[in-house]
């Protein structure tokens, strides 16, 4: 086999970049939609759990659920 026929092609390099170039967008978007969700999620929870007034657990369970959601997210 010549060298010639292992090579791709310039237009074959540049379709196959681009698909991998769209795979990784798609992963970067729903890498980040994830991430937001949790992050939103957790700063709901600090944010209500500073917001009781009469507190049935004690004041720190919330905000350690917050911080772990937070650092899950991560």
């Given at each position: 086999?010549?060298?010639?026929?292992?090579?791709?092609?310039?237009?074959?390099?540049?379709?196959?970049?681009?698909?991998?170039?769209?795979?990784?967008?798609?992963y970067i978007?729903?890498?980040?939609?994830?991430?937001?969700?949790?992050?939103?999620?957790?700063?709901?929870?600090?944010?209500?759990?500073?917001?009781?007034?009469?507190?049935?657990?004690?004041?720190i369970t919330?905000?350690?659920?917050?911080?772990?959601?937070?650092?899950?997210?991560?």
């Amino acid at each position: 086999m010549s060298e010639k026929s292992n090579k791709l092609s310039q237009e074959e390099a540049k379709d196959l970049y681009l698909k991998v170039w769209e795979k990784e967008q798609s992963y970067i978007q729903i890498r980040w939609t994830v991430v937001t969700f949790f992050i939103s999620i957790s700063f709901a929870i600090l944010g209500f759990s500073f917001n009781i007034s009469n507190p049935k657990l004690p004041i720190i369970t919330p905000q350690l659920v917050g911080c772990v959601i937070y650092w899950f997210a991560f």
